[in-house]
């Protein structure tokens, strides 16, 4: 099998980006924040600038999505569904029980400087930008579509849950599912057209760093720096119980062996939980006085953990003899392959038929006997 022609980059930023872990997502997401916070008025430009540098987040987020589901057939459906559901009850249900078990105890007014509205709000969600460019390079087709965990957690859902009492607030349903639709139809055109699925496979290298630097200018690094050690502190604790949990979800329930260190990378915390806060103190007064202070330590964990859980989860994996980075790697580059052979092939009868060829059916070529 012949091999297309190797790419070589002067600058290799792409091949950079992707040794660090979740560098593909995290590397842009630092840089939009430094963008966000010191040059806010290049995203002020207008037109295509503006839309695609601080408004494309959300569309290239469902894109992925889309073509997540596409790579779920109904032959792994069933795998996708258990870690999942294995990822909401470690990731999610845990912790956020834990944290609020502790605030019967201490007072919503949390301990040491640490609200309980910002461990919560920390905790019971994750960043599904991480996850997905995480298990792209790690995980197996079950992780990378268990995406359908962060699509469940995103957002005030869970912390308007568990604080909420009965009536203090809706839970938006309509939102949810409004999250889960591009999956739910990627999953759908994937089983009726494979040929689509392998066009949108190349959809998270292409996407995720856009999205991710739009994100990433919504983190203002003042209110990092405002969050201080205390915000430091929230993100380490996020990702070291929720990265405990999760791993032993993959481990004792999942049966994962030594792959459930990627179990760790969704100890993370979603940049649109830096607006939880203020939702949850809208919905229930009594957490108003802690909202400024838990909006500084939320936006310190997010980017804490977007750092911390995936670095953790690849330690684990390198340590317990489940990276299988390489191997995905090699996938990747046997499938370019398979690609430029079948373009070579598709343009193969073009060729054939142009007559101003020497080997055309228009022009006869001569014998070993010279005869024209």
Not at 217 to 232: E, F, M, P, W, Y
């Amino acid at each position: 099998m012949a091999v297309g022609p190797q790419i070589t980059s002067r600058v290799p930023l792409f091949d950079g980006m992707n040794k660090i872990p979740g560098g593909l997502m995290l590397i842009p997401l630092i840089i939009g924040s430094i963008v966000g916070t010191f040059a806010p008025g290049f995203l002020d430009l207008g037109n295509f600038t503006t839309a695609l540098f601080r408004d494309s987040a959300l569309p290239l987020i469902g894109v992925l999505i889309f073509a997540t589901g596409m790579q779920i057939t109904l032959r792994t459906s069933g795998p996708v569904l258990a870690t999942s559901g294995v990822l909401l009850l470690t990731k999610s249900i845990i912790p956020a029980t834990l944290v609020v078990v502790l605030g019967t105890v201490v007072g919503i007014e949390g301990i040491l400087g640490v609200s309980i509205l910002a461990l919560l709000v920390s905790m019971d969600n994750s960043n599904g930008g991480i996850w997905l460019a995480f298990t792209g390079r790690y995980g197996r087709e079950r992780d990378r579509g268990a995406y359908i965990a962060s699509a469940v957690n995103d957002g005030p859902f869970f912390s308007l849950l568990f604080l909420g009492a009965a009536g203090l607030a809706d839970i938006p349903y309509t939102l949810l599912l409004a999250a889960v639709i591009p999956l739910l139809l990627g999953i759908v055109v994937g089983n009726l057209d494979p040929r689509w699925t392998e066009v949108m496979r190349p959809v998270p290298n292409i996407v995720i760093p856009f999205f991710a630097f739009a994100l990433g200018t919504g983190i203002d690094l003042g209110n990092v720096v405002t969050g201080g050690l205390s915000g430091i502190v929230v993100g380490v604790i996020a990702v070291l119980l929720t990265g405990t949990t999760t791993y032993l979800g993959f481990r004792l329930l999942l049966r994962r062996g030594k792959e459930s260190g990627i179990g760790i990378a969704s100890a993370t915390t979603a940049g649109n939980a830096i607006a939880t806060p203020a939702i949850v103190g809208a919905a229930d007064p009594s957490f108003a006085p802690y909202v400024e202070v838990a909006t500084a330590q939320v936006a310190s964990a997010v980017l804490v953990s977007a750092v911390l859980a995936p670095l953790l989860a690849a330690w684990v994996l390198k340590r317990q003899g489940g990276d299988r980075s390489h191997e995905i790697a090699a996938e990747a580059d046997a499938e370019a392959v398979l690609a430029h052979d079948a373009a070579a092939a598709a343009a193969a009868p073009d060729r054939d038929l142009d007559p101003g060829r020497g080997d055309s059916p228009g022009r006869r070529r001569p014998t070993d006997g010279g005869a024209a």
